[in-house]
C-alpha cells in the first residue's frame, strides 16, 4: 500500500464509519480532510485523532451537495496539502431522520440529493487533478439496502445506494486508462456511537438477530475494507460486501 503522504477527503468524517476511516487513514500517514455539515465538535474530535494517530488532518465544513460547497472544500483541502488524491464518499442523510413536515417529493429530493448527487459532486471536483497525476482512488460507501427490497420509508436511501453502484462502475470505466480506481463499499448493520439516536434497543437487538454472525459491525471493521480498497491498485469496479453474512446465497 502506498498511502503514506497522500491526501484523502472523507465525507462525513464528523462522527461514525468516516471518523473512524479518518482515523485509520492517519495512522496510515495520510493527510485527511475531514468534512461535516454541522457538527463542528464532531469534526473537531475527529481532527484531534487523526493527528493523534499520526496523520495530518483540516476541518471542512461543507454541504455536499451544493457545487460551491464542494468546490470550496477542495480548494482548502490542495492550498494546505497541493493535491487531492483519494475521495470516501460516505456522508448521508439518515433515512431515519425525515423531518415530520417534511414532504414526499421534498424528502426524495433531499435524500438523493446528499446520498447520490453528493457523492458524485465530490468526484467530479476531485477528477482532473486525479486524471493530470495518473494516480487516484476513490471509495462510495453504500448499503446492504442497494440490495434489498425497501420499505417505503428506507426507499429513497435504497435508491440512492443502488445508483451509488452505477456510480461506481462509472467512474471505474472514465478512471482506469488514468490510473484512477473506484470501488463500492456496501456495509451492513454498523454498531455507531450515534445508532442509538435512530433505532431503539428492540430495533437494535432485531437487526443483530438477522444477521448470521449475530451483532453489527465496529465502525473500524468497515473502516478497513474501505482502506483496503484505496490501497489496492488492481482492485476497481468492485463492490465490497461485509455486512455479518446477510446476502448469503442472495
Ligand atoms: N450505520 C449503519 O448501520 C450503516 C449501514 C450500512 C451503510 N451505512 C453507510 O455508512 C456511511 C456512514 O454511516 P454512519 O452511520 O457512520 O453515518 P451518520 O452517523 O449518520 O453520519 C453521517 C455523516 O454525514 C454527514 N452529513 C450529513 N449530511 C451531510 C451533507 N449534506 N454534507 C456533508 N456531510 C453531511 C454528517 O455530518 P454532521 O455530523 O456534521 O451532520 C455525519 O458526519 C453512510 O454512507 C451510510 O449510509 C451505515
New binding site residues.
Partial sequence: MELRGRTVLV????????AAVAVLLGREGCRVGV?????AA??ARTVAAVEQAGGEALALQ????REDDVARMVAALRERFGTVDMLVN?????PYKRPAEMGDAAWWNRTLE??LT?AYLCAMAVWDGMVAQKWGRIVN?????AYWGASFKMLP?AVA?AGMHALTRGLATEGAPHGVTANTVA????I?E??GTRLSEEQIEEAKHGVPLGR?AT?EE?AEAVVFALGSGFTTGAVIEINGGVRMGA
Avoid: E, F, M
Fill in positions: 465525507t462525513g468524517a464528523s462522527k461514525g464509519l468516516g468534512n461535516y455539515a454541522g457538527d464532531g469534526a461543507g454541504d455536499i451537495s460516505n456522508a448521508r442523510i439518515d446528499v446520498n453528493g460507501v453504500s448499503s446492504v439496502w436511501y445506494k456495509p451492513g448493520l454498523i455507531t450515534a445508532i453489527g465502525p468497515i
